[in-house]
């Protein structure tokens, strides 16, 4: 069978894809240190009151995202919530520059929050603009190479902050990472002046409901499975995250340091990622299929688990150094999150209601997701004050990896998906 040949003007909205994708990563794991050297300095105790706070911030702001989408055209929406968190991210440097005097909790409550409603209106926003623009089966073609120049964006940022933090200090961060978003910005203003592949006019609303996410999360089958399945997901990747932080705060106390410690973080787990979308992530959405792409990592996440759970908490020996098992699993999980299930999940998007893929996706992605953060912390909290070990917590999460594939078989086989080359 021939290749299907490009029509005109494709090739640059895919470059325009990427470019935008690669400078919102960027920004975005830029601030990703800077935010996770706060939960460093206070402990995984702290946790809990964070993940409240946010959960009630996304539970306000979510309708209002749905008002936004339903109302005004995407240029608009994308605009004017990229130049607000541009804004935000300047207006904060003064308070990490005195941040030993505020205290990291106090900073962390504020800043937690700002980080996860930066994630809803610009990290969130830019894959439910990937599935208005491209239809279901371009989708499983583009979308990996897209993922990958988030990437690749996603390792620039960390590596910065590892080479510039200790000499700049945090508050630089925060302004580089303005700049990230500031060229992403341009790149996808520049996006939503070209026609959509998928054949909606460019600049036209999405109408609906306000409060059309959370009813269509509850009502239809792909959604509530994407949401059960980001409950489990949660479950694995927030353990790992609160017994790294519990780690960062007993064996670094100077900030810079701590920052430099997540970069390296997530220059292992975005790696990892970037690997997997060049290789083994295309041949598998072309090849077998949506679905191995969707069970793969759980797969992976339950053999992590199993070996932490047999394990415990020790040290591996890697490339001379001793590394906690704790940080591998975290490295591991993520990775085969941002490598694989990533891409092939929002390539499932492509294939429901216009409604459903702006507002559904993010109310999953936001309420859903941190509703099982505070759930998931408060348990591990209450846990570790029964005195339950980490190879118990292990053994646990590994059963949750183990549901966790079936759900992401039926999420990839659900019955509501629209057919592959259906316009919707």
């Known amino acids: 069978m021939n290749a299907r040949r490009p029509a ?5 909205t895919l470059a325009l894809s990427v470019i935008a994708f690669f400078f919102v990563m960027t920004s975005y794991y830029l601030l990703r ?39 005004f055209p995407r240029k608009r929406v994308v605009g004017v ?9 300047l207006a904060f440097v003064p308070a990490f520059a005195a941040q030993d005097r505020i205290g990291a909790v106090a900073l ?4 937690y929050v700002w980080a996860s409603v930066f994630n809803l209106f610009v990290v969130s926003l830019f894959w439910s603009y990937m599935a ?78 306000i409060l ?24 694995i990747g927030t353990l790992a995250y609160a017994l790294v932080a519990d780690y960062a705060k007993v064996h670094f106390i100077d900030n810079a340091a701590r920052t430099a410690f997540y970069a390296d973080l997530d220059l292992w787990v975005n790696g990892i990622g970037a690997v997997l979308q060049l290789t083994l992530t295309p041949l598998i959405l072309r090849g077998a299929g949506v679905v191995w792409a969707m069970v793969l990592p759980s797969l992976a996440n339950f053999i992590l688990l199993a070996l932490l759970a047999w394990l415990g908490p020790v040290d591996i020996g890697l490339a001379g150094h001793a590394v906690p098992l704790i940080a591998l699993v975290m490295i591991g999980t993520r990775g085969m999150t941002y490598g694989m299930t990533k891409p092939a999940s929002d390539s499932l998007y492509t294939r429901m209601p216009r ?9 999953i992605e936001t309420a859903v997701w941190r509703f099982g953060d505070l759930v998931v912390t408060t348990s591990l909290t209450a846990a570790r004050s029964a005195g339950v070990g980490i ?13 966790a594939t079936e759900v992401a078989r039926r999420a990839a086989t659900s019955p509501d998906l629209l057919p592959e080359n259906q316009d919707n």
Not at 108 to 111: E, S, Y
Request: hydrophobic letters at 55%; proline letters at 6%; charged letters at 10%.
């Open 391 to 403: 190879a118990a917590i292990g053994l646990v999460c590994a059963g949750l990896a183990a549901v």
């Open 108 to 111: 962390g409550r504020v800043f």
């Open 355 to 363: 409604e459903a893929r702006y507002k559904g996706k993010n109310f």
């Open 8 to 12: 005109p003007g494709e090739g640059m």
């Open 33 to 71: 240190p800077v935010r996770d050297q706060l939960v460093g300095a206070a402990g995984s105790s702290s946790l809990p009151g964070f993940y409240a706070i946010v959960l009630v911030v996304m539970l306000v702001l979510t309708p209002v995202f749905g008002w936004l989408v339903a109302r």
């Open 212 to 235: 059309e996410g959370a009813k269509s999360a509850f009502a239809q089958p792909f959604l509530r499975y994407m949401a059960v399945l980001m409950l489990l997901s949660d479950g």
């Open 81 to 89: 919530s990229y130049l607000f968190f541009i804004a935000g991210l």
């Open 132 to 209: 208005d623009i491209y239809r279901s089966a371009q989708a499983r073609l583009v979308f990996p190479f897209i993922a990958f120049g988030g990437m690749g964006g996603a390792l620039l940022g960390p590596l910065i902050t590892r080479l510039l933090v200790q000499r700049l200090g945090v508050p630089a961060m925060l302004v580089i990472s303005a700049t990230g978003l500031l060229l992403a910005l341009g790149a996808l203003l520049a996006l939503s002046s070209r026609p959509s592949e998928a054949g909606a006019a460019p600049d036209e609303p999405v109408g609906g409901s």
